[in-house]
C-alpha cells in the first residue's frame, strides 16, 4: 500500500476506519468497546469522521464534548492509563501503516495530546489519592457542560 497524504474527507474516512478495526479485534482494548460501551458503529464512525475532520482539515463539524462521553464509560469500566497507551499504539501504526506529511504528523500529535489529557483526567477520578496538584480541573473551565 502506497502512503499519501491527508487531504480530504475520504482520507479521514479511512484513518478511523482503518484504526476501529484494529480496536475492536484488540484483545487489550477491544472488550471496552464491544462489551462495555457496546458501541453502534453506524453512530460512532461519523461522530469520529467529524472529530478527525474537525482537528486536521478544520472542518469545523464536531461540535460536541469531547470528555463527557468519557466521563460516563469511566464509570462502567475505569479506563487505566494502559488503555490509553494501547489505544495509541493502534492509531499510531494506523497513521504510520497508510499515510505520510504534515496532517500524518499533526494527526499522531494530538492523539498524543488526547492521550495524554484523557488519561491523566480518568487517572485522577480513578486514584484521586495519588497526591496530584488538586487544583487542576478535571474540565475545561471555559467549556460549558
Do not use: C
Request: charge should be neutral.
Amino acid at each position: 500500500m502506497e502512503k499519501r497524504e491527508i487531504a480530504n474527507t475520504e482520507d479521514i474516512m479511512e484513518l478511523v476506519n482503518s484504526f476501529y478495526d484494529k480496536v475492536k479485534a484488540d484483545n487489550v482494548i477491544g472488550f471496552i468497546f464491544n462489551d462495555v460501551a457496546k458501541v453502534d458503529w453506524s453512530r460512532h464512525l461519523p461522530v469520529m469522521y467529524d472529530f478527525w475532520g474537525s482537528l486536521l482539515l478544520g472542518s469545523g463539524s464536531y461540535g460536541r464534548n469531547v470528555m463527557d462521553p468519557h466521563f460516563k464509560l469511566n464509570k462502567l469500566i475505569p479506563l487505566e492509563p494502559a488503555f490509553f497507551e494501547r489505544w495509541l499504539q493502534l492509531f499510531e501504526s494506523t497513521v504510520n501503516e497508510r499515510f505520510t506529511g504534515e496532517k500524518a504528523t499533526q494527526a499522531i500529535s494530538r492523539a498524543r495530546s488526547i492521550k495524554g489529557i484523557m488519561s491523566f483526567k480518568m487517572d485522577q477520578i480513578n486514584h484521586p489519592d495519588k497526591g496530584t496538584d488538586k487544583n487542576i480541573p478535571l474540565v475545561n473551565p471555559g467549556h460549558q457542560q
